[in-house]
């Protein structure tokens, strides 16, 4: 729950999300939910040349399950409250 | 947990702002389906009307007809919305026959098995 939480706040950050097949593109983040998953606007891929069928994709959904990382700004993340939470939740988990 | 009522569409990760569009769908084994989708649940398994999968190898490209498909939600990697006003593919792509396509994708997998076997060979040498 704290990372759907911690992602519901980043709505409308550009992030770039990298898969488990080394896919890697760059977006607005529109929506999470509780898989996860993530669904992206205004998307572009990292490498487009060796990803060509992707040209025409500007809206995507991914699986949470296929993802590697999803890389943040970093002036988007405020350490410290992440901090905190993580605290909180291993005290009441 | 409430039910999401018709506006709640815009801002959730349902599917249900994909249906009846034609979408690129990516699977875990690296092939891309294209297809309308006309249904889907929690596990993101979905259906594709008139799918077809479009192979490329290098420059060329093919897509098969495949018909009316049921994905299940674990193979998907990326369920993307392919938009009517862009070129799909780049301009200097060729579209090929079938039978082309699977000819270069076997040129193409034969020559890969031979960099891994030759790799293997060369991995008891220990370069680092």
């Known amino acids: 729950m704290l990372f759907f939480s911690y992602f519901k706040d980043l709505v409308g950050q550009e992030v770039t999300v990298e898969l488990k097949n080394d896919l890697a593109i760059r977006g607005t983040l529109h929506s999470v939910d509780q898989y996860l998953n993530i669904k992206l606007e205004n998307t572009r891929v990292v490498d487009q040349d060796k990803y060509p069928h992707m040209l025409s994709v500007r809206n995507c959904f991914i699986r949470g399950s296929v993802v590697r990382y999803v890389q943040l700004p970093p002036d988007g993340v405020d350490v410290d409250l992440l901090h905190d939470a993580a605290r909180r939740e291993a005290r009441g988990g | ?128």
């Not at chain 2, 299940?72 to 006003?85: C, H, P, Q």
């Not at chain 2, 960099?115 to 008891?124: A, D, P, S």
């Open chain 2, 1 to 128: 947990m409430s039910w999401a009522g018709p506006e709640d569409i815009y801002l959730s990760t349902s599917l249900a702002s994909y249906l009846d569009r034609k979408l690129l769908v990516l699977l875990r084994d690296g092939r891309k389906l294209m297809g309308t989708l006309r249904s889907f649940d929690q596990f993101a398994n979905a259906v594709l009307e008139g799918a077809c999968e479009r192979v490329i190898v290098g420059e060329q490209y093919c897509d098969i007809p495949l018909g009316l498909y049921v994905i299940r939600g674990e193979n998907v990697v990326l369920i993307g919305e392919l938009d009517t006003e862009r070129e799909e593919l780049p301009p200097h792509m060729i579209r090929v026959s079938e039978a082309d396509i699977k000819r270069a994708q076997k040129v193409e997998r034969e020559a890969s098995e031979l960099r891994g076997t030759m790799r293997k060979r060369m991995e008891f040498l220990d370069f680092d």
